[in-house]
């Protein structure tokens, strides 16, 4: 199954041939590192395509530079398809799933076809390989060493992790979240040694920039921000966004900070991350992989089978979004176009009433214990206790 579908998608990038355009970006990220170019200069592919992630992970991206395009491409290709694998046995590990060879390559051949992960590979993304540090690095015994570093190296990349940052801090795994801390103090002080003068134009500029990653109205970005606007058909929703954001940052960490359940808790923080955040393309929700296994382990099939199909389904990519049609929409599409957004305001509220529904439930339909039948025909005598029958 694992081949079928591996050669599928190679036949279909060499029939379409997909251009990966954030590896192209990449690339270029780390020969502005080599050749001591401007890192936020620069533009690239046919859509003129910006560098927006910290100096650090641009110092990572050196090794790009030193294969032709082409093999490039290849080497994500198959990297990503790797990652996949290593998510899929990391989810199973989260969820508590028992993990063979065989289940996994079945599942990474399914799970390959999910929007967000096809997209993924597709564009040469480092989504898989970010959610795999962080999950290889929770999932980890407690008490392990260095517990957390990789956390922190991973928000030092690509800014959105550091929301699990927060996440241990009111989880209490203090001491996990200050060695986290210290892997993203380490890759700032690591990219303003190498390129100082970017750094300081990331930190204090940059990094506040949201629209130059793209426009936040169009149906690709699947945010909180992206929602509301298309609702609003407003390009700039402005407190209409940043209100009910900050309302889902502080219910969603809140909920990860009550949830006893690890698994869901996690999850909760990895998607209230991407719903809070200005700009969440549809492949920065890989975190679907091991929502999945989540909702396997815990018995929820149909839902399982309800959530692969709304990330399998790419209704957002069937409505018409050429220009700015993507603000006109009918109030009728408008859930075809913000299912991820949808979807995990729908999840969190599920579970934040859950607890509640669970107890007026429990009190409504709780049943008086049954009184002891006496047993008619072994009366008490001399004041002995009853003898209590079957009842």
């Known amino acids: 199954m694992l081949a079928a579908s591996l050669t599928a998608l190679a036949v279909l990038c060499v029939v379409q041939d997909v251009p990966m355009a954030d590896t192209l970006v990449y690339r270029a990220e780390g020969a502005a590192v080599t050749n001591g170019s401007d890192l936020y200069g620069f533009t690239v592919t046919e859509w003129e395509l910006p560098a927006t992630y910290p100096p650090f992970a641009a110092i990572l991206f050196v090794p790009t530079t030193w294969l032709p395009v082409e ?22 590990r989260l969820a508590g799933l028992p993990v063979r060879a065989a289940s996994v390559c079945a599942a990474t051949a399914l799970t390959l076809w999910l929007e967000p992960v096809f997209q993924t590979v597709l564009f040469g993304q480092i989504n898989l390989a970010l959610a795999c540090l962080v999950l290889w690095d929770l999932t980890r015994p407690p008490g392990a060493l260095g ?22 801090l009111l989880r209490g795994r203090v001491r996990e979240a200050a060695t986290a801390l210290a892997g993203f103090a380490g890759t700032v002080l690591l990219g303003a040694l190498v390129l100082p003068a970017a750094s300081v134009e990331f930190w204090t500029r940059r990094v506040f920039e949201t629209g130059r990653v793209g426009k936040a109205w169009i149906v690709d970005n699947q945010s909180l921000q992206g929602l ?25 960490l809140w909920l990860a900070r009550r949830t006893p359940v690890e698994p869901r808790a996690l999850l909760l923080a990895a998607f209230t991350a991407v719903l809070v955040s200005p700009i969440s393309w549809s492949h920065h929700w890989v975190w679907c992989v091991p929502l999945l296994a989540v909702l396997l382990a815990e018995g929820r099939r149909w839902t399982a089978a309800a959530v692969a199909v709304i990330f399998t389904a790419r209704t957002f990519w069937l409505l018409p979004h050429r220009g700015d049609l993507d603000l006109r929409l009918p109030w009728w599409q408008q859930p075809l176009a913000s299912p991820y957004a949808l979807l995990a305001l729908t999840i969190a509220s599920a579970l934040a009433l859950a607890p509640r529904l669970s107890t007026y439930l429990s009190t409504r339909t709780e049943v008086p214990a049954p009184r002891p039948r006496v047993d008619s025909l072994h009366a008490p005598r001399d004041g002995a206790p009853p003898r209590v029958g079957r009842t």
Do not use: Q
């Open 71 to 92: 093999a490039l491409k290849a080497v994500f290709l198959v990297g990503n398809t790797a990652l996949l694998a290593l998510l899929v046995h990391l989810s199973c």
């Open 147 to 168: 517990k957390g570093f990789a956390v922190g190296v991973a928000a030092g990349i690509k800014l959105t992790p550091a929301v699990f940052v927060a996440y241990l």
């Open 228 to 252: 509301v606007a298309r609702l609003l058909h407003d390009a700039e929703p402005g407190a209409a966004w940043t209100v009910p954001a900050a309302v889902t940052a502080t219910a969603g």
